[in-house]
């Protein structure tokens, strides 16, 4: 059996999925954005008339995800140093790796989990960047 986790503090999720699943020891986070809690602003993102990107910060969006990772982490019993391995999606990896590389380094310089950055057209909602990561609990 699984267990259905949602966080109170992390931003709603856009559809119908938890924001993770614990199974045994192993806990899968869905996909993590930068959006903020209680709102559909997004850090460093500035929209247009139409709500498309007319422009955007990836490292101000880096901080805020990393940040709702670590928010559903912790309501889900696990920790930032029990991350084992990270799917980074990227919607410009030609301007926007080395700074989310740089940034990424920055929290992950003393746990190193496994990680995989693909880059992809769009997201779901106008962000530039989303996690998809697994833990461990104790």
Same mark, same amino acid.
């Given at each position: 059996?699984?267990?259905?986790?949602?966080? =109170?503090?992390?931003?709603?999720?856009?559809?119908?999925?938890?924001?993770?699943?614990?199974?045994?020891?192993?806990?899968?986070?869905?996909?993590?954005?930068?959006?903020?809690?209680?709102?559909?602003?997004?850090?460093?993102?500035?929209?247009? =008339?139409?709500? =498309?990107?007319?422009?955007?910060?990836? $490292?101000?969006?880096?901080?805020?995800?990393?940040?709702?990772?670590?928010?559903?982490?912790?309501?889900?019993?696990?920790?930032?140093?029990?991350?084992?391995?990270?799917?980074?999606?990227?919607?410009?990896?030609?301007?926007?790796?080395?700074?989310?590389?740089?940034?990424?380094? $920055?929290?992950?310089?003393?746990?190193?989990?496994?990680?995989?950055?693909?880059?992809?057209?769009?997201?779901?909602?106008?962000?530039?960047?989303?996690?998809?990561?697994?833990?461990?609990?104790?």
């Amino acid at each position: 059996m699984s267990e259905k986790i949602n966080a =109170e503090k992390a931003p709603e999720p856009v559809g119908a999925y938890p924001h993770a699943r614990k199974h045994g020891n192993l806990l899968f986070l869905s996909g993590v954005g930068p959006r903020e809690k209680g709102s559909k602003t997004i850090p460093g993102v500035t929209l247009n =008339e139409k709500g =498309e990107i007319e422009s955007y910060d990836i $490292e101000k969006q880096c901080h805020s995800v990393f940040k709702n990772v670590r928010l559903v982490l912790e309501a889900s019993g696990s920790s930032w140093a029990q991350l084992i391995d990270v799917t980074v999606f990227l919607t410009n990896m030609k301007d926007d790796f080395k700074t989310y590389n740089r940034v990424y380094a $920055e929290y992950f310089k003393d746990n190193q989990p496994c990680r995989t950055t693909v880059e992809i057209i769009s997201l779901p909602t106008p962000i530039a960047i989303e996690l998809k990561c697994i833990a461990t609990i104790d």
